[in-house]
């Protein structure tokens, strides 16, 4: 007989040390913790201070390794660019490592950061496991904002690459994003060195000599290998809207978040 929800609650009571580390057993680690939480430098905790894994190895190769690859992991259905994609765990492994090539040959390593600014199209997805299969941290940035929103965090971020749409489409519209991309970009002290762009058939960009073709990068690109990171390590920085101020970073690791 498995445990009870009262068992497994008094568990988590009686020893939380042992029973974090227990959960921890779901992950797959390169280097396994033997310590589940750093109190240290309260109440700025660290979880599991020792462990070594990568977040893209969790997410996708273990399941194609364990004989899941054919299975789905990313169903796309857009009824309002009306575009249907499929893909398996042994296909979307394979985008994210062609992809995370491509930005390793942009300059892109452990610790960098990449600014992500796309409408919900799979490639936000390849584009952020991407980031994670080579250590590096990226920003998703909501399309809906404008250049100064986006430069504000282009400034804050200080990515290396940039990965963008051509454009985004809403119930009554298409809005094409390289303008604004470029405005932000021009507003900025030190803007990022590449831009990807992935074009869609509803508005293609225009290109400039920074701006490299998402489908051309991928063309040639081989696949790379998973970089193992520090469970503390960062894994991407989420920020607020900036109502009531400057807009704030969240950074988050592979299993705790905390402010900037």
């Not at 009531?244 to 705790?256: E, I, L, M």
């Amino acid at each position: 007989m498995g445990h009870t929800y009262a068992d497994t609650y008094a568990a988590s009571l009686s020893d939380p040390e042992q029973f974090w580390l227990d959960a921890a057993g779901a992950i797959d680690w390169s280097h396994a913790p033997t310590r589940a939480l750093d109190g240290a430098s309260r109440p700025f905790y660290r979880w599991f201070p020792d462990g070594v894994m990568n977040t893209c190895h969790n997410a996708l190769d273990r399941h194609v390794e364990a004989g899941r690859g054919e299975q789905p992991a990313l169903i796309y259905d857009s009824p309002v660019a009306d575009e249907r994609m499929r893909y398996s765990y042994a296909e979307l492994t394979s985008e994210v490592a062609r992809f995370a090539s491509a930005l390793a040959g942009l300059g892109v390593g452990k610790g960098d950061r990449v600014v992500i600014y796309m409408p919900m199209v799979p490639q936000v997805a390849i584009a952020m496991l991407a980031c994670a299969r080579l250590g590096a941290v990226h920003s998703v940035v909501f399309g809906g904002f404008g250049a100064k929103e986006l430069a504000a965090r282009i400034a804050d971020a200080e990515p290396t690459v940039l990965v963008c749409a051509s454009c985004g489409i809403e119930p009554s519209r298409v809005v094409e994003y390289k303008p604004i991309v470029d405005d932000a970009m021009a507003a900025v002290a030190t803007p990022p060195r590449h831009v990807v762009v992935f074009q869609r058939k509803q508005a293609r960009a225009t290109m400039t000599e920074r701006d490299i073709d998402w489908g051309e990068l991928m063309a040639g690109s081989e696949p790379a290998d998973c970089v193992d990171v520090a469970a503390t390590d960062p894994l991407y920085v989420l920020y607020t809207s900036g109502t009531t101020g400057n807009p704030r970073g969240w950074s988050g690791t592979t299993v705790a978040t905390r402010w900037r």
